[in-house]
Protein backbone atom coordinates (compact mmCIF):
# COMPACT_ATOMS: atom_id res chain seq x y z
CA UNK A 1 0.00 0.00 0.00
CA UNK A 2 1.26 3.55 -0.80
CA UNK A 3 1.35 6.59 1.67
CA UNK A 4 2.42 9.53 2.27
CA UNK A 5 5.07 10.24 -0.31
CA UNK A 6 5.23 6.62 -1.75
CA UNK A 7 6.64 5.16 1.92
CA UNK A 8 4.39 3.17 3.06
CA UNK A 9 6.87 0.58 4.97
CA UNK A 10 5.75 -2.21 7.17
CA UNK A 11 7.36 -2.29 10.25
CA UNK A 12 7.22 -5.31 13.34
CA UNK A 13 8.90 -3.72 16.21
CA UNK A 14 9.77 -6.60 18.53
CA UNK A 15 11.38 -5.95 22.18
CA UNK A 16 10.85 -6.30 25.77
CA UNK A 17 9.40 -2.76 27.08
CA UNK A 18 7.60 -0.18 25.77
CA UNK A 19 6.24 3.53 27.31
CA UNK A 20 3.27 3.24 28.42
CA UNK A 21 2.97 -0.08 29.32
CA UNK A 22 6.84 -1.10 30.89
CA UNK A 23 9.91 0.35 30.97
CA UNK A 24 12.49 0.14 33.22
CA UNK A 25 14.73 2.77 30.94
CA UNK A 26 15.87 4.59 27.33
CA UNK A 27 14.38 1.10 25.19
CA UNK A 28 10.92 1.84 26.57
CA UNK A 29 11.15 5.30 25.09
CA UNK A 30 12.24 4.44 22.09
CA UNK A 31 9.99 1.76 21.27
CA UNK A 32 7.42 4.11 22.36
CA UNK A 33 8.68 7.31 20.27
CA UNK A 34 10.27 5.98 17.13
CA UNK A 35 7.38 4.02 15.89
CA UNK A 36 5.35 6.87 16.55
CA UNK A 37 7.90 8.86 14.19
CA UNK A 38 7.77 6.24 11.61
CA UNK A 39 4.11 6.23 11.02
CA UNK A 40 4.46 10.17 11.23
CA UNK A 41 6.22 9.55 8.13
CA UNK A 42 3.83 7.50 6.33
CA UNK A 43 5.00 3.53 7.49
CA UNK A 44 2.39 0.73 8.62
CA UNK A 45 4.26 -0.27 12.46
CA UNK A 46 2.83 -3.54 14.69
CA UNK A 47 5.22 -3.28 18.34
CA UNK A 48 4.99 -6.64 19.36
CA UNK A 49 5.19 -7.09 23.48
CA UNK A 50 5.14 -9.40 26.02
CA UNK A 51 1.76 -9.11 28.23
CA UNK A 52 3.23 -8.91 31.27
CA UNK A 53 1.01 -9.02 34.55
CA UNK A 54 2.63 -5.80 35.54
CA UNK A 55 0.75 -3.68 32.67
CA UNK A 56 -1.88 -1.59 34.21
CA UNK A 57 -5.57 -2.55 33.95
CA UNK A 58 -6.32 0.32 32.50
CA UNK A 59 -4.42 -0.54 29.01
CA UNK A 60 -5.98 -3.96 29.76
CA UNK A 61 -9.25 -3.31 29.23
CA UNK A 62 -8.49 -1.16 25.86
CA UNK A 63 -6.80 -4.58 24.66
CA UNK A 64 -8.85 -7.04 21.96
CA UNK A 65 -8.36 -10.47 21.86
CA UNK A 66 -7.40 -11.79 18.25
CA UNK A 67 -6.92 -15.15 19.03
CA UNK A 68 -4.59 -17.81 20.03
CA UNK A 69 -2.18 -21.01 18.74
CA UNK A 70 -0.06 -23.52 20.07
CA UNK A 71 3.55 -23.11 19.00
CA UNK A 72 6.33 -25.83 19.08
CA UNK A 73 9.26 -24.49 20.69
CA UNK A 74 11.75 -26.99 23.47
CA UNK A 75 14.12 -29.36 21.85
CA UNK A 76 12.47 -32.05 22.93
CA UNK A 77 9.58 -31.02 21.11
CA UNK A 78 7.43 -28.85 24.56
CA UNK A 79 4.52 -26.58 22.81
CA UNK A 80 3.34 -23.69 24.68
CA UNK A 81 0.24 -21.70 24.61
CA UNK A 82 0.41 -17.99 22.55
CA UNK A 83 -2.21 -15.81 22.79
CA UNK A 84 -2.46 -12.00 21.26
CA UNK A 85 -4.46 -9.29 22.15
CA UNK A 86 -4.23 -5.68 20.49
CA UNK A 87 -4.80 -2.41 20.99
CA UNK A 88 -4.43 1.12 18.74
CA UNK A 89 -2.74 4.39 19.72
CA UNK A 90 -2.00 7.08 17.86
CA UNK A 91 -1.64 5.19 14.68
CA UNK A 92 0.77 2.46 15.82
CA UNK A 93 -1.07 -1.21 16.85
CA UNK A 94 0.17 -3.05 19.87
CA UNK A 95 -0.06 -6.63 19.75
CA UNK A 96 0.57 -8.23 23.04
CA UNK A 97 1.78 -11.91 23.32
CA UNK A 98 0.05 -14.19 26.31
CA UNK A 99 1.42 -16.88 28.30
CA UNK A 100 0.57 -17.01 31.50
CA UNK A 101 3.45 -19.23 32.29
CA UNK A 102 5.99 -16.71 30.61
CA UNK A 103 4.51 -13.06 31.59
CA UNK A 104 2.68 -13.90 34.71
CA UNK A 105 5.47 -12.54 37.10
CA UNK A 106 8.66 -10.56 36.95
CA UNK A 107 8.56 -6.95 36.66
CA UNK A 108 9.39 -7.49 33.29
CA UNK A 109 13.10 -9.32 34.29
CA UNK A 110 13.24 -11.63 37.06
CA UNK A 111 16.86 -13.00 36.24
CA UNK A 112 19.09 -14.56 33.79
CA UNK A 113 18.39 -18.20 34.61
CA UNK A 114 14.33 -17.67 33.82
CA UNK A 115 14.59 -14.64 31.48
CA UNK A 116 16.37 -17.02 29.20
CA UNK A 117 13.09 -19.02 28.36
CA UNK A 118 10.88 -16.43 28.82
CA UNK A 119 12.91 -14.05 25.57
CA UNK A 120 13.58 -17.46 23.36
CA UNK A 121 9.63 -18.10 23.86
CA UNK A 122 8.69 -14.62 23.07
CA UNK A 123 11.12 -14.14 20.14
CA UNK A 124 9.83 -17.04 18.68
CA UNK A 125 6.35 -16.57 19.02
CA UNK A 126 6.87 -12.64 17.53
CA UNK A 127 7.02 -14.32 14.19
CA UNK A 128 4.76 -16.78 14.34
CA UNK A 129 2.21 -14.22 15.90
CA UNK A 130 3.02 -12.22 12.34
CA UNK A 131 2.00 -15.60 10.49
CA UNK A 132 -0.92 -15.68 12.49
CA UNK A 133 -2.47 -12.17 12.17
CA UNK A 134 -1.59 -12.42 8.02
CA UNK A 135 0.43 -9.91 7.83
CA UNK A 136 3.81 -9.76 6.32
CA UNK A 137 6.23 -6.62 7.33
CA UNK A 138 8.97 -5.22 5.15
CA UNK A 139 11.00 -5.27 7.94
CA UNK A 140 11.19 -7.01 11.34
CA UNK A 141 12.95 -4.31 13.71
CA UNK A 142 14.33 -6.42 16.76
CA UNK A 143 15.81 -4.27 20.15
CA UNK A 144 18.35 -5.83 22.87
CA UNK A 145 19.34 -9.26 23.72
CA UNK A 146 15.49 -10.14 24.54
CA UNK A 147 14.58 -9.89 20.87
CA UNK A 148 17.77 -11.18 19.26
CA UNK A 149 16.81 -14.94 18.41
CA UNK A 150 13.97 -13.24 16.37
CA UNK A 151 16.54 -12.90 13.41
CA UNK A 152 17.42 -16.29 13.75
CA UNK A 153 14.18 -18.10 13.82
CA UNK A 154 13.38 -15.99 10.52
CA UNK A 155 16.32 -17.30 9.01
CA UNK A 156 15.67 -20.71 9.95
CA UNK A 157 12.82 -22.70 10.88
CA UNK A 158 10.69 -19.39 9.70
CA UNK A 159 12.59 -19.21 6.04
CA UNK A 160 10.33 -21.12 4.06
CA UNK A 161 6.70 -19.20 6.25
CA UNK A 162 5.02 -16.30 5.03
CA UNK A 163 7.12 -13.87 7.47
CA UNK A 164 9.75 -15.23 6.21
CA UNK A 165 10.26 -12.79 2.96
CA UNK A 166 11.47 -9.71 5.66
CA UNK A 167 14.18 -8.37 6.13
CA UNK A 168 15.88 -7.92 9.95
CA UNK A 169 17.52 -5.18 11.61
CA UNK A 170 18.52 -5.65 15.65
CA UNK A 171 19.74 -2.68 17.79
CA UNK A 172 21.75 -2.42 20.04
CA UNK A 173 21.01 -0.14 23.18
CA UNK A 174 22.77 -1.60 25.48
CA UNK A 175 25.21 -4.28 25.02
CA UNK A 176 26.13 -5.04 28.69
CA UNK A 177 23.16 -7.75 28.66
CA UNK A 178 23.82 -9.77 26.38
CA UNK A 179 21.57 -13.11 27.19
CA UNK A 180 24.67 -15.22 27.88
CA UNK A 181 23.69 -18.42 29.97
CA UNK A 182 25.01 -22.66 29.44
CA UNK A 183 25.21 -24.10 26.02
CA UNK A 184 22.49 -26.94 26.86
CA UNK A 185 20.36 -24.68 28.52
CA UNK A 186 19.98 -22.41 25.21
CA UNK A 187 19.82 -25.35 22.80
CA UNK A 188 17.06 -26.88 25.12
CA UNK A 189 14.87 -23.54 25.33
CA UNK A 190 15.41 -21.74 21.64
CA UNK A 191 15.09 -25.09 19.71
CA UNK A 192 17.62 -24.22 17.26
CA UNK A 193 19.32 -26.84 15.10
CA UNK A 194 22.63 -28.41 16.93
CA UNK A 195 24.88 -26.70 14.24
CA UNK A 196 24.31 -22.82 15.22
CA UNK A 197 25.88 -23.53 18.51
CA UNK A 198 29.43 -22.88 16.71
CA UNK A 199 31.73 -19.72 17.41
CA UNK A 200 30.52 -17.35 14.97
CA UNK A 201 26.80 -18.18 16.16
CA UNK A 202 25.73 -18.67 19.25
CA UNK A 203 29.05 -19.74 21.50
CA UNK A 204 30.93 -17.80 23.65
CA UNK A 205 33.96 -20.20 24.93
CA UNK A 206 33.65 -23.73 25.09
CA UNK A 207 30.71 -23.67 28.16
CA UNK A 208 28.48 -20.31 27.37
CA UNK A 209 25.95 -19.81 24.64
CA UNK A 210 25.26 -15.90 24.08
CA UNK A 211 21.61 -15.04 22.86
CA UNK A 212 23.01 -11.78 21.11
CA UNK A 213 25.97 -12.94 19.35
CA UNK A 214 23.90 -15.28 17.61
CA UNK A 215 21.63 -12.44 16.59
CA UNK A 216 23.56 -10.05 15.56
CA UNK A 217 25.05 -12.95 12.94
CA UNK A 218 21.87 -13.45 11.66
CA UNK A 219 20.34 -9.87 11.29
CA UNK A 220 20.65 -8.43 7.56
CA UNK A 221 21.76 -5.02 9.82
CA UNK A 222 23.08 -4.24 13.01
CA UNK A 223 22.40 -0.68 14.40
CA UNK A 224 23.42 0.94 17.68
CA UNK A 225 21.88 4.48 19.36
CA UNK A 226 24.77 7.03 18.34
CA UNK A 227 27.82 6.66 16.13
CA UNK A 228 30.57 6.77 18.71
CA UNK A 229 28.78 4.07 20.39
CA UNK A 230 28.79 2.40 17.27
CA UNK A 231 32.75 2.63 17.13
CA UNK A 232 33.30 2.24 20.51
CA UNK A 233 31.94 -0.95 20.67
CA UNK A 234 34.09 -2.65 18.10
CA UNK A 235 36.81 -1.98 20.70
CA UNK A 236 38.46 -4.33 23.89
CA UNK A 237 37.19 -1.64 26.44
CA UNK A 238 33.60 -0.90 25.35
CA UNK A 239 32.60 -4.44 23.37
CA UNK A 240 31.81 -6.15 26.42
CA UNK A 241 33.64 -9.17 24.54
CA UNK A 242 32.02 -9.04 21.27
CA UNK A 243 34.26 -6.64 20.42
CA UNK A 244 36.12 -9.09 17.62
CA UNK A 245 32.76 -10.26 16.31
CA UNK A 246 31.45 -6.70 15.83
CA UNK A 247 34.25 -5.73 13.87
CA UNK A 248 33.84 -8.78 11.52
CA UNK A 249 30.58 -7.50 10.91
CA UNK A 250 30.96 -3.94 10.38
CA UNK A 251 29.83 -3.53 7.18
CA UNK A 252 26.64 -4.01 8.59
CA UNK A 253 26.74 -2.12 11.87
CA UNK A 254 26.13 1.47 11.91
CA UNK A 255 24.26 4.32 14.52
CA UNK A 256 21.65 6.01 14.11
CA UNK A 257 21.10 8.59 17.01
CA UNK A 258 18.25 8.50 19.30
CA UNK A 259 15.61 11.30 19.62
CA UNK A 260 13.24 12.22 22.68
CA UNK A 261 9.18 12.52 21.90
CA UNK A 262 9.08 16.54 21.82
CA UNK A 263 5.32 16.09 22.97
CA UNK A 264 6.19 14.23 26.12
CA UNK A 265 8.90 17.05 27.06
CA UNK A 266 7.63 20.05 26.19
CA UNK A 267 8.45 22.44 28.60
CA UNK A 268 6.02 25.11 27.82
CA UNK A 269 2.98 22.52 28.01
CA UNK A 270 4.42 20.67 30.82
CA UNK A 271 1.62 19.93 33.32
CA UNK A 272 4.18 18.57 35.59
CA UNK A 273 5.67 22.05 36.09
CA UNK A 274 4.67 24.72 38.40
CA UNK A 275 5.96 27.46 35.62
CA UNK A 276 5.87 25.77 32.88
CA UNK A 277 7.98 27.86 29.96
CA UNK A 278 9.15 28.11 26.60
CA UNK A 279 12.61 30.25 24.94
CA UNK A 280 11.12 33.37 25.29
CA UNK A 281 10.45 33.49 29.31
CA UNK A 282 13.06 30.52 30.21
CA UNK A 283 15.46 33.03 32.03
CA UNK A 284 12.79 33.84 34.20
CA UNK A 285 10.76 31.04 34.55
CA UNK A 286 12.98 28.54 35.38
CA UNK A 287 13.82 30.54 38.53
CA UNK A 288 10.73 30.09 39.87
CA UNK A 289 10.78 26.04 39.31
CA UNK A 290 13.88 25.83 40.71
CA UNK A 291 12.32 27.85 43.84
CA UNK A 292 9.37 24.89 43.84
CA UNK A 293 12.02 22.50 43.68
CA UNK A 294 13.96 23.37 46.65
CA UNK A 295 10.57 23.70 48.57
CA UNK A 296 9.61 20.52 47.78
CA UNK A 297 13.08 19.20 48.66
CA UNK A 298 13.08 21.42 51.75
CA UNK A 299 16.91 22.99 50.24
CA UNK A 300 17.60 26.54 51.10
CA UNK A 301 15.43 28.43 48.76
CA UNK A 302 17.62 30.70 46.96
CA UNK A 303 16.86 30.84 42.96
CA UNK A 304 20.54 32.07 42.38
CA UNK A 305 22.46 29.47 43.82
CA UNK A 306 24.34 27.30 41.14
CA UNK A 307 22.05 23.61 41.64
CA UNK A 308 23.61 20.55 39.75
CA UNK A 309 21.10 17.43 39.08
CA UNK A 310 21.54 13.99 38.26
CA UNK A 311 18.76 11.86 37.14
CA UNK A 312 19.69 8.09 36.50
CA UNK A 313 19.99 4.46 37.17
CA UNK A 314 22.68 3.91 40.26
CA UNK A 315 24.84 1.69 38.66
CA UNK A 316 28.23 0.98 37.80
CA UNK A 317 28.01 2.47 34.02
CA UNK A 318 26.69 5.64 34.69
CA UNK A 319 29.94 7.55 36.24
CA UNK A 320 29.03 7.59 39.84
CA UNK A 321 32.26 6.71 41.33
CA UNK A 322 33.35 9.53 39.65
CA UNK A 323 30.88 11.92 41.86
CA UNK A 324 31.69 9.91 44.96
CA UNK A 325 35.02 11.00 44.64
CA UNK A 326 34.67 14.55 44.00
CA UNK A 327 31.50 15.27 45.93
CA UNK A 328 32.44 17.46 48.41
CA UNK A 329 34.52 19.77 46.59
CA UNK A 330 31.04 19.89 44.14
CA UNK A 331 29.27 21.26 46.73
CA UNK A 332 32.06 23.10 48.92
CA UNK A 333 31.16 26.13 48.03
CA UNK A 334 27.40 26.43 48.54
CA UNK A 335 26.59 24.71 45.02
CA UNK A 336 23.07 22.43 45.40
CA UNK A 337 22.47 18.93 44.05
CA UNK A 338 19.85 16.95 43.92
CA UNK A 339 19.94 13.21 42.85
CA UNK A 340 16.98 11.30 41.43
CA UNK A 341 17.59 7.52 40.99
CA UNK A 342 17.81 3.93 42.12
CA UNK A 343 19.57 1.12 41.82
CA UNK A 344 23.44 0.13 43.27
CA UNK A 345 22.46 -0.23 47.05
CA UNK A 346 26.08 1.12 47.53
CA UNK A 347 25.35 4.38 45.56
CA UNK A 348 21.96 4.77 47.17
CA UNK A 349 23.68 4.82 50.75
CA UNK A 350 26.80 7.19 49.09
CA UNK A 351 24.63 9.59 48.11
CA UNK A 352 21.97 9.25 51.14
CA UNK A 353 24.78 10.05 53.54
CA UNK A 354 26.04 13.04 51.30
CA UNK A 355 22.53 14.39 52.38
CA UNK A 356 22.99 13.70 55.23
CA UNK A 357 26.55 15.88 55.52
CA UNK A 358 24.77 18.79 53.92
CA UNK A 359 21.41 19.23 54.90
CA UNK A 360 19.23 22.14 53.32
CA UNK A 361 21.92 21.62 50.26
CA UNK A 362 21.72 18.11 49.20
CA UNK A 363 18.88 15.93 48.75
CA UNK A 364 19.43 12.45 47.58
CA UNK A 365 15.78 11.31 46.13
CA UNK A 366 16.20 7.31 46.13
CA UNK A 367 12.98 6.57 44.37
CA UNK A 368 11.51 6.18 40.57
CA UNK A 369 9.53 9.66 40.50
CA UNK A 370 8.00 10.75 36.55
CA UNK A 371 7.01 13.90 38.05
CA UNK A 372 10.04 15.11 40.20
CA UNK A 373 12.23 13.98 37.19
CA UNK A 374 10.36 16.79 35.36
CA UNK A 375 10.69 19.40 38.09
CA UNK A 376 14.76 18.50 38.36
CA UNK A 377 15.27 19.35 34.63
CA UNK A 378 13.64 22.22 34.68
CA UNK A 379 14.34 23.70 38.08
CA UNK A 380 18.14 22.49 37.84
CA UNK A 381 21.22 24.34 36.44
CA UNK A 382 23.04 22.03 35.47
CA UNK A 383 22.67 18.27 34.74
CA UNK A 384 25.77 15.32 35.09
CA UNK A 385 26.06 12.51 32.89
CA UNK A 386 29.69 11.14 33.24
CA UNK A 387 28.99 7.89 32.32
CA UNK A 388 31.51 5.15 31.60
CA UNK A 389 29.64 4.03 28.44
CA UNK A 390 26.56 6.07 27.08
CA UNK A 391 25.10 4.13 23.98
CA UNK A 392 23.05 7.11 23.11
CA UNK A 393 21.39 8.59 26.68
CA UNK A 394 18.48 10.30 26.91
CA UNK A 395 18.62 12.92 29.95
CA UNK A 396 21.08 15.43 28.30
CA UNK A 397 18.79 15.37 25.19
CA UNK A 398 15.62 15.87 27.75
CA UNK A 399 17.81 18.57 30.27
CA UNK A 400 19.06 20.39 26.78
CA UNK A 401 15.41 20.89 25.62
CA UNK A 402 14.46 22.29 28.78
CA UNK A 403 17.46 24.67 28.79
CA UNK A 404 19.57 22.91 31.84
CA UNK A 405 23.23 22.69 30.85
CA UNK A 406 24.71 19.14 30.38
CA UNK A 407 27.90 17.96 31.80
CA UNK A 408 28.81 15.34 30.19
CA UNK A 409 31.69 13.10 29.48
CA UNK A 410 32.67 12.47 26.21
CA UNK A 411 31.62 8.66 25.14
CA UNK A 412 29.00 7.50 22.85
CA UNK A 413 25.65 9.73 22.21
CA UNK A 414 26.82 11.87 24.76
CA UNK A 415 29.74 12.66 22.17
CA UNK A 416 27.50 12.87 19.63
CA UNK A 417 24.50 15.13 21.17
CA UNK A 418 26.89 17.94 23.34
CA UNK A 419 28.86 20.11 21.31
CA UNK A 420 31.91 21.43 24.05
CA UNK A 421 31.45 25.02 25.00
CA UNK A 422 34.16 27.18 24.07
CA UNK A 423 35.06 30.51 25.89
CA UNK A 424 36.67 31.96 22.94
CA UNK A 425 33.65 31.98 20.93
CA UNK A 426 31.07 31.24 23.26
CA UNK A 427 29.60 28.30 21.15
CA UNK A 428 28.73 24.78 22.34
CA UNK A 429 25.61 23.05 24.43
CA UNK A 430 27.37 21.97 27.80
CA UNK A 431 30.45 21.33 29.47
CA UNK A 432 32.30 18.06 28.42
CA UNK A 433 35.58 16.04 29.67
CA UNK A 434 37.38 13.42 27.78
CA UNK A 435 39.13 10.64 30.12
CA UNK A 436 36.90 8.65 32.91
CA UNK A 437 38.86 10.76 35.69
CA UNK A 438 36.71 12.27 39.37
CA UNK A 439 39.42 15.31 38.59
CA UNK A 440 38.42 16.12 35.19
CA UNK A 441 34.80 15.83 36.01
CA UNK A 442 35.27 17.99 38.31
CA UNK A 443 37.31 20.36 36.57
CA UNK A 444 33.98 20.61 34.27
CA UNK A 445 31.71 21.43 37.06
CA UNK A 446 33.76 24.48 38.11
CA UNK A 447 34.28 25.81 34.72
CA UNK A 448 30.34 25.61 34.73
CA UNK A 449 29.82 27.38 37.88
CA UNK A 450 32.39 29.88 36.83
CA UNK A 451 30.10 30.61 33.52
CA UNK A 452 27.14 31.04 35.38
CA UNK A 453 28.51 32.97 38.19
CA UNK A 454 30.53 35.25 36.32
CA UNK A 455 29.91 35.51 32.49
CA UNK A 456 26.12 35.14 32.69
CA UNK A 457 25.43 36.34 28.81
CA UNK A 458 27.31 33.47 27.76
CA UNK A 459 25.53 30.90 30.41
CA UNK A 460 22.35 32.24 29.02
CA UNK A 461 23.31 31.70 25.54
CA UNK A 462 24.08 27.96 26.02
CA UNK A 463 20.53 27.77 27.38
CA UNK A 464 18.73 29.63 24.62
CA UNK A 465 20.97 27.27 22.12
CA UNK A 466 20.16 24.11 23.77
CA UNK A 467 16.23 25.00 23.83
CA UNK A 468 16.23 25.46 19.91
CA UNK A 469 18.50 22.08 19.15
CA UNK A 470 16.53 19.37 17.44
CA UNK A 471 16.31 16.93 19.98
CA UNK A 472 13.52 15.02 17.91
CA UNK A 473 12.86 11.97 16.15
CA UNK A 474 12.38 13.63 12.99
CA UNK A 475 16.07 13.19 11.71
CA UNK A 476 16.84 10.01 13.07
CA UNK A 477 13.36 8.73 11.58
CA UNK A 478 13.93 9.59 8.86
CA UNK A 479 17.53 7.77 8.71
CA UNK A 480 15.74 4.59 9.95
CA UNK A 481 13.79 5.24 6.90
CA UNK A 482 16.60 5.25 4.25
CA UNK A 483 17.94 1.97 6.15
CA UNK A 484 14.67 0.11 5.68
CA UNK A 485 14.38 1.28 2.33
CA UNK A 486 17.78 -0.22 1.50
CA UNK A 487 17.06 -3.64 2.77
CA UNK A 488 13.58 -3.56 0.81
CA UNK A 489 15.66 -3.33 -2.08
CA UNK A 490 18.06 -6.18 -1.32
P1 LIG B 1 19.30 4.16 30.59
O1 LIG B 1 18.43 3.62 29.48
O2 LIG B 1 20.71 3.67 30.56
O3 LIG B 1 18.67 4.02 31.95
P2 LIG B 1 18.76 6.78 29.40
O4 LIG B 1 19.41 8.10 29.63
O5 LIG B 1 18.78 6.27 27.99
O6 LIG B 1 19.45 5.76 30.40
O7 LIG B 1 17.23 6.83 29.86
C1 LIG B 1 16.85 7.06 31.18
C2 LIG B 1 15.38 7.44 31.23
O8 LIG B 1 14.83 7.07 32.51
C3 LIG B 1 15.13 8.94 31.12
O9 LIG B 1 13.85 9.15 30.54
C4 LIG B 1 15.14 9.40 32.60
O10 LIG B 1 14.43 10.61 32.80
C5 LIG B 1 14.44 8.23 33.25
N1 LIG B 1 14.81 8.00 34.66
C6 LIG B 1 15.93 7.40 35.14
N2 LIG B 1 15.89 7.30 36.48
C7 LIG B 1 14.73 7.86 36.87
C8 LIG B 1 14.10 8.07 38.15
N3 LIG B 1 14.67 7.66 39.28
N4 LIG B 1 12.88 8.67 38.19
C9 LIG B 1 12.30 9.08 37.03
N5 LIG B 1 12.83 8.91 35.80
C10 LIG B 1 14.03 8.31 35.72
Redesign the pocket.
Known sequence: MEMNGGNGTRVAFVGSECYPFVKT???G?VMYALPRALVREGSEVRVILPLYACISQKYKDQMTWKGSFMMDLTRDGGRFFVGIMELTMNGVIYDFIENREFFDWGNPYTGLWEDIPKYCFFSKAALAALNYLDWVPDIVHCHDWQAALTPVYLRTQFAPTPVGSARSVLTI??LRFQGICGIEHLKHWSGLPAELFNYDVFLNGDHEANMFKGGLTYADRVTTVSETYAGEIQTDFYGEGLNSHLSYHRAKLSGIV?GIDVEQWNSSADSMLPAPYGREDVLARKAENKLALQRRLGLQEDPGRFMVGL???LTD??GLDLVNAVFDRIVEDGTQAVV???GDPRYEGAFRRCEEAYRGQVSA?I????S??HLIYAGADALLVPSLF??????QL?AMRYGTVPIVRETGGLKDTVAPFRPESGDGNGFTFDHYRADLLLDAVCRARDVYYNRRDQWNGIILRDMEKDVSWTHSASQYLALYQELKAL
Not at 390 to 395: A, F, N, R, S, V
Open positions: GGLDHNNISRQKLGTCMYDELSEPCGLTI
